[in-house]
Nanobody, 125 residues
Framework: LLQASGGGLVQAGGSQRLSCVASGRTFSRYVMGWFRQAPGKERGFVATISWSGTRKYYSNSVKGRFTISRDNAESTVSLQMNNLKPEDTAVYYC????????????????????WGQGTQVTVSS
């Protein structure tokens, strides 16, 4: 079970931090990812992080502005979003890939086994 939080309304140029808490005793063996879905668009990849957190990958649209991190002791993955733009407005989902191996990360949504409920981020201009 994944529980995401931290969404809300923010002005353009502002920052917001999303968190996702996972249940289960093997969180440290999950590749984690963040995806988003804007109104009228398909869900798309945002960021992913490997088991240990040493490998990360971002979509081009958020690279340099967003940072994904994880705390395996707290079973939490976070997404720090800076310099937000109106086009970042979307429902953000955290997801867990239970089958990825150590040192890898996952970009394709189809690889993920569990999804959180989503949290709305709205960026006003």
């Amino acid at each position: 079970l994944l529980q995401a939080s931290g969404g809300g309304l923010v002005q353009a140029g502002g920052s917001q931090r999303l968190s996702c808490v996972a249940s289960g005793r093997t969180f440290s063996r999950y590749v984690m990812g963040w995806f988003r879905q804007a109104p009228g668009k398909e869900r798309g990849f945002v960021a992913t992080i490997s088991w240990s957190g040493t490998r990360k990958y971002y979509s081009n649209s958020v690279k340099g502005r967003f940072t994904i991190s994880r705390d395996n002791a707290e079973s939490t993955v976070s997404l720090q979003m800076n310099n937000l733009k109106p086009e970042d407005t979307a429902v953000y989902y955290c997801a867990a890939d239970l089958n990825a191996v150590s040192g890898s990360y996952s970009i394709e949504g189809a690889r993920y086994d569990y999804w959180g409920q989503g949290t709305q981020v709205t960026v006003s201009s």
